[in-house]
């Protein structure tokens, strides 16, 4: 740390965080890349009410951004959210969105950690928005009529929650004890690792990708595709918008290449930005702007749109 200042303040905010939240009960290995666990739901919680205040504070007292980041991985690697490595990782990922959020909310701790993490972290009862609809009186419901069966079809392929890890790797470990697995740097374990063509506890290799496009190409004859979004893998603590633009143009490039001529109607998912889920509006600006990502499928999307 930058002074022994900060070093008492960090002290006493990870004493804070081991007596808000019992962590002998937790485990850093991730159960799922899917969910969370009730007890790492808790220690998320109590590490959130922890570090938005903490974050206010050495603001407040000018202290340099990279020492607050420190103190903000400590607390998480205390609070056994997830290993070091991740950890580490993650604060700096959503470094540059939390700090804006926390410092320039006006909501309290408590209100911000239950917005964020759920009604079982915080009541929010109170923030509810309340919206004025127009006097006018509900149409009546007019019941649908159904085509004829003689009317003509259409067959609709939907593509969703592909998740295509680039890098994954047979033989590599799927029980790595973090929230994505089956890629490197994890252990090689030969016949006991991820499997050639996947692993339910990891992501979509790309040759699976290439093999269910085959499958579909020779077998299924359909009119369109509904391609809905999340194409990037799971690994949300170590993510550039390099590596979101670039697994999108494989699969870009992968679904041209197996129907040519296909109208394809494409929509993002909530994990193609960097960090994941964020989407700033319009009026955000400048290098935090989602216009590299926006930028990036109107060209990759041209075809279609």
Known sequence: RSSDLLNNISRHLLERVVSSIDTDSLSVKSESIYGDTNANNKAKCGACKVAV???????????PEVDI???IQDICILAKIEDELVCRAIVKEF???FFSVVLNTELTSEELCGRALGSSCA???GLNWKISLPNKPKPPVV???LPSPTAPRLRILQLTDIHVDLNYTEGLSAD???PLCCRPPNKFLGNGGAGKW???RCDLPLATMKSLLDYVKENIDFDFVYWTGDVPPHNVWNQTRYDQLHVMSVVVDLLQKYFPGKLIYPAMGNHESAPVNSFPPPFIKGENSESWLYDSLVRDWSSWL
Do not use: M, Q
């Open 143 to 145: 019941p649908h009529i």
């Open 198 to 200: 996947g692993d339910y």
């Open 95 to 97: 470094k540059t969105e």
């Open 176 to 178: 790595c004890g973090e």
């Open 53 to 63: 205040p903490t974050i206010r504070f050495l603001a407040d007292l000018h202290v």
């Open 69 to 71: 980041v420190g103190v």
């Open 123 to 125: 009541n929010v009862s």
